[in-house]
């Protein structure tokens, strides 16, 4: 695997402003996404995640990666340095309600299975890169009736492009789905496909900003609007389809940010950069407060 490597001489006097927020923010992710074990980072289950934390995890990634209204602090500095990260990732067809999930059935909670795809090497050995696999995802308790009654509003449908799901004694869903793993630059890693919701491709770029925008990240917004037609009707949607009548373990949108951003977190060359700003930025206050300037070393 590549290794960044940052050191002052490449940090402009005009980048340490945008240097202190991007390692702020990737500090965000870190903390709240991983624990420490034996002196060891070992990433969170998904669902032991406070949802409050996950909030701020997803204002950092719109802050990070998809800020539309000023510079994405990591994507602009990974550009003007000629860096980039890769993200192992996923792609699936599986119905987003599932990211919503009562609780873990027999078979487990669709986040304990992406979470797999991840960090396990064993399930990445069974699932390549680039290869399509096809499992099996069921409830095996019963949904609410107005979900249930409701199937038309969520469900995928068109088993030409994906495969359908559908309810087993009227009142469980199963679904026959394919996922696909991927590794995605950092930049166009936010397009890939978490599922479907009805027929609309839901992108972790929206599940993101949806979390971010309308469920408290940077704003508690319940009639959020946007220019952006695709993402309205992505967030229409999500708004329709995401809380089992408030009976989820936790609001799906709010999981499936969490998995977003673990893919994120666990790169190795994410945490380099962040340590690697830590100690530049440490040097640079000692500087300063000898009464040098971080470019004096660099000038003779």
Known sequence: MRRLKISKSTIQTDEWGQVTALRTHLGVLIQYLFHLTDGRLVVQEPLEIDPGQILLVAASLRALIFDDTGTPLLLSFLRRHGLDITVNSFEGDFAMLYYAQTKPNNTGHLAQFLLSLIVDERQQIEFPVGVQKIFVLSEDRQIPTSLANTIDTWAPTD????MGA???????????CR????????AEWGNLRMGYLKDIPIRRKSIIEYTANRLGGVHYDTAHHT?????????R????????????????????????????AV???LIDLYCQLGTEEESRRDWLLNGSHPEDDTAT
């Not at 088993?159 to 994906?162: A, G, I, L, S, V």
């Open 159 to 162: 088993d030409n492009t994906y």
């Open 166 to 176: 559908d309810l087993a004694n009227d009142d469980q869903v199963v679904q026959l």
């Open 179 to 186: 996922v696909t793993r991927r590794h995605a630059p950092i």
């Open 227 to 235: 220019m952006d037609k695709e993402r309205a009707n992505e967030f």
């Open 237 to 264: 949607l999500l708004t329709k389809a995401y809380n089992w009548e408030d009976r989820a373990i936790m609001h799906g949108a709010v999981v499936a940010t969490a998995i977003s951003a673990i893919e994120v």
């Open 267 to 269: 790169c190795r060359e």
